[in-house]
């Protein structure tokens, strides 16, 4: 069974950083697609960054290109996500999800949500 756990949300001030962290199990680590999403109050879930540790094929969106950074640890099993230079449009409930794809998939320029395994998602809150 594939599980995914996310952690590290927080309240941080802008201009702040955190760090989140996605714990897996279920799966082979490094040659699956991990990907981090994120939901805001009243709008449409986005894909923000994928990982492929093995290959280190990495997907950022345009929102968080150049301030967040996704990372893989495979010892641990677990990805990252470094969220730097935070605005309060960040705020949000994160998420990590998997389908055991070997690539981020991209529809359309935006990271494909029609993934099979989620975790439960992290509060991000960035005060202004």
């Known amino acids: 069974e594939v599980q995914l756990q996310a952690s590290g949300g927080g309240l941080v001030q802008a201009g702040g950083s955190l760090r989140l962290s996605c714990a897996v199990s279920?799966?082979?680590?490094?040659?699956?697609?991990i990907a981090w999403f994120r939901q805001a109050p009243g709008k449409e879930r986005e894909g923000i960054a994928c990982i492929v540790s093995d290959n280190d094929d990495t997907v950022y969106s345009d929102s968080v290109k150049g301030r967040f950074t996704i990372a893989s640890d495979n010892a641990k099993n677990t990805v990252y996500l470094q969220m730097n230079s935070l605005k309060s449009e960040d705020t949000a409930v994160y998420y990590c999800a998997t389908d055991r794809a070997s690539f981020c998939e991209v529809v359309g320029g935006t990271l494909s949500d029609g993934l099979r395994y989620w975790g439960k998602g992290t509060q991000v809150t960035v005060s202004s």
């Open positions: 279920g799966l082979t680590f490094g040659n699956s697609a």
